[in-house]
């Protein structure tokens, strides 16, 4: 785990939490130097808090963005939805507000390591051929999608709903079904989160949101496969 907070006091907590919890944890303090400990020591999760000087946690998750599929849980003081929808459209793939219960926040960590990275696999087969959609190609095994032979790179989340759409493409899953799903029982926040992402997913696969061909809206319950025509 790779800690990143300006207040030393908070970061030492939290590290101290996650070293109980037998997590091995690191700490930094501002956003140059997340980046830099981030591509030394390739972690499994960072911590990122988002007020950090040099560099704010939304640029530090852009760049981390460019070389790591690790995941990343925002930290923010301001209780602001606009702060919470820029940091998840970098490629955030949670957030926990200040005041944050540090039991809160390791229990968040654990169900998110906990993730088999398989909303995808959890469904596939370790022989199951790819899942072709028009142009769009999901290789659930091996955890690649391909858009007109071009390679899509996704954060985990973001391949996780595709994945749990895609295994099951004549169902319609509300947002709390993909949050039980890609985040598990344990998370609480605010259901809006899956907007974000498939937001960000449709964007990354070439999606028009006014008419998608890969992951449709169903309005009044959430999202399904659409068959890439």
């Not at 908070?10 to 930094?28: K, S």
């Not at 022989?127 to 996704?154: C, F, K, N, S, T």
């Amino acid at each position: 785990m790779l800690v990143v907070d300006d207040e030393r006091a908070l970061a030492r907590l939290i590290v101290g939490y996650l070293t109980r919890a037998g997590m091995a944890a690191q700490v930094c303090h501002s956003g140059p130097e997340a980046v830099e400990a981030a591509r030394a020591a390739e972690p499994d999760l960072i911590v990122l808090d988002l007020g950090l000087p040099g560099m704010d946690g939304v640029e530090v998750c852009r760049r981390v963005r460019t070389f790591s599929d690790c995941y990343i849980v925002m930290l923010t003081a301001r209780d602001d939805e606009i702060d919470k929808l820029v940091g998840l459209s970098v490629g955030a793939d949670d957030y926990v507000t200040k005041p944050f219960s540090p039991r809160e926040l390791v229990a968040r960590v654990q169900a998110m390591l906990r993730r088999p990275r398989a909303g995808m696999v959890a469904h596939a087969g370790a022989d199951e051929p790819p899942r072709v959609y028009g142009d769009l190609v999901i290789d659930a095994v091996g955890r690649e999608v391909h858009v007109a032979g071009a390679q899509v790179e996704l954060t985990p989340t973001e391949f996780d709903i595709l994945g749990v759409l895609s295994a099951r493409p004549r169902l319609a899953f509300s947002r709390a079904q993909l949050i039980e799903d890609v985040w598990g029982s344990a998370w609480s926040g605010d259901e809006r989160l899956v907007d974000v992402h498939v937001g960000h997913l449709r964007r990354k696969l070439g999606d028009d949101p006014t008419s998608p061909r890969y992951v449709r809206t169903v309005r009044g319950v959430g999202y399904r496969m659409g068959n890439g025509e």
